[in-house]
């Protein structure tokens, strides 16, 4: 299927950006435009999902290709690095540029006409994709905005803490240090297991759950850690501060706030399965929506919780509404989520973890047997999502990242202390650029 029947399928069985652009006169005749292009796609096409393997019913290599096609990403290289900020495909890019052209066109009869209207529908298609409910989802600019809107939005009493592992990521570390000098609460770090090697769920749950304390207000995690790939049962941790806050009065409840960012858009997870009080998420990496987007969620057991900082220029849409921050913002990029959203469901969110998990098993099983790699994370599919560590004997992470340079492979370091070098498959990614990669891995020994 060609890039362009993917993206028009895309508008058909969603119909969102033909309504949009339909909503000012001047778009009418690119409106009506798409709304032909819509109707003979959807006369003329198989949906992708009957382009299955009939044997697996899992999407055909060609349609992976097909997707792959979907983003610009220069065909020259084998892009290993997605984590860090993502290419837009097709129906985000297209999506942004037609909002861009209408803003250049009238930006204050475009923002005053379709603002809201535009706002709620992300606020839609991201409850539609966590499977919770608009009101309870504020949209940001990255989840380093999230984290640090709960973090200083939490009611929180001198005479109690926050609690967080060391491998938690530093925007999470930074905003728990200011918060504890405007608020006087106190914050401890602990190490969540002994050995990435030999760690399992039940050592992170267990270990975390010994910390807590009476005086313990907030637990923050890390969904997949970026310093190894590690995958922290987000699940298990929730069931048991939820047994140890059935004893406690509401303004001493755990409220447990996950940074979702590498968990997103791999897994196939919705919010009520993680059970978390708040979820923090920038969508410009593996969810692939415009650059400078994220989301939060909020539990709405937990929602009283926490009060906005930045105030909000959105009218409605609850707690959700109230904390997305204001002001003037690049408004087709945050218009432009939605597409993000419906192109994971248009595939399939199973699919897309499935394919994910599947590309960085090849890695990590071959990885491993490798004599001069050291690989960190870990094999296992309950301890894992899409990010890929590990070391070379005789070569810095940085040298490791590159002489995959010097090969035309993208990859990165990990920025902690120890770093490893780091390989993140996406669903862009084919088996034979898992092939290849492993083939120069394998040669520089
Ligand atoms: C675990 C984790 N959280 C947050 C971030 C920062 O994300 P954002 O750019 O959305 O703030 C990163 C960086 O990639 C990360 O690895």
Known sequence: MSWKRRNFLIFASLGTTAGIFASTSSCSNQSSAINQEVEDSSSNFASPVEETNSLTGKPSSDEWQDIRNDFNLDPNYIHLAGLLLTSHPAPVHQAIEEYQRELNSNPAFYVQDNNYQLQAQVRQAAANYLKTQPNEIALTDSTTMGTALIINGIKIRQDQEMLTSEFDYYSTHQSLRYKAERSGASYREISSYQNIQTVSEEEIVNTLIKSVRPETRLVTATWVHSSTGL???????????????????????????????????????????????????????????????????????????????????????????????????????????????????????????????????????????????????????????????????????????????????????????????????????????????????????
């Open 231 to 445: 995958k922290v049962p987000i699940r298990l941790i929730a069931d048991q501060l939820e047994e140890i806050n059935a004893n406690r009065d509401q303004s001493d409840r755990i409220l447990f706030l996950v940074d979702g960012v590498h968990g997103l858009g791999v897994e196939d997870a919705s919010m009520a399965d993680l059970n978390c009080d708040f979820f923090t998420a920038g969508t410009h990496k593996w969810l692939f929506a415009p650059r400078g987007t994220g989301i939060i969620w909020g539990n709405p057991r937990s929602l009283s919780e926490v009060s906005p900082t930045i105030p909000t220029f959105t009218q409605d849409g609850g707690w959700g509404g109230q904390m997305t921050p204001g002001g003037f913002k690049p408004f087709e990029h945050l218009w432009a989520m939605t597409e993000a959203f419906n192109f994971h469901q248009q595939i399939g969110k199973s699919r897309i973890t499935e394919r994910i998990h599947s590309l960085s098993q090849h890695l990590k099983e071959e990885l491993a047997q490798m004599s001069h790699v050291t690989l960190y994370t870990p094999i296992s599919d309950n301890l894992s999502a899409g990010i890929v560590c590990f070391d070379l004997d005789g070569f810095s992470p940085r040298q490791v990242v590159q002489q995959l340079r010097k090969n035309n492979i993208v990859a990165s370091t990990t920025p902690y202390n120890p770093s490893h070098a780091r390989l993140t498959p996406g669903i862009y990614n084919t088996h034979s650029e898992v092939e290849t990669t492993l083939k120069i891995i394998h040669e520089l020994a």
